[in-house]
Nanobody, 123 residues
Framework: QVQLVESGGGLVQAGGSLRLSCAAS????????MAWFRQAPGKERQFVAA????????YYADSVKGRFTISRDNAENTVYLQMNSLKPADTAVYYC????????????????WGQGTQVTVSS
């Protein structure tokens, strides 16, 4: 099973930027895609963005389109989430997750999860 470790979270003012990283170890050819999810206090975890390891297919939640960019470095087994024009509503714990498929982008589709990294956007 792939192991995931996120980094790059922190405190930033509204309008600022952060880049999150997710290092994946133990990845095999069965691992097809990576995604970022986030969970704000008192709310359910929600999908943010996803990318395939091969082909680079992308998918974004409407709430982050045009502001966030997901990318990957296959050689480094790392996925990134560049977050620009951050808003207080983006405050959450951000998790990366791995899937053996490319489907509905629901939590149940992702079998491996990182521990999360906190992103706080101040107004």
């Amino acid at each position: 099973q792939v192991q995931l470790v996120e980094s790059g979270g922190g405190l930033v003012q509204a309008g600022g930027s952060l880049r999150l990283s997710c290092a994946a170890s133990g990845r095999t050819s069965s691992d097809k895609a990576m995604a970022w999810f986030r969970q704000a206090p008192g709310k359910e975890r929600q999908f943010v963005a996803a990318i395939t390891w091969r082909g680079g297919s992308l998918y974004y939640a409407d709430s982050v389109k045009g502001r966030f960019t997901i990318s990957r470095d296959n050689a480094e087994n790392t996925v990134y989430l560049q977050m620009n024009s951050l808003k207080p509503a983006d405050t959450a714990v951000y998790y990366c997750a791995s899937s053996t498929g490319w489907g509905s982008m629901m939590e149940v589709d992702f079998g491996s999860w990182g521990q999360g990294t906190q992103v706080t956007v101040s107004s």
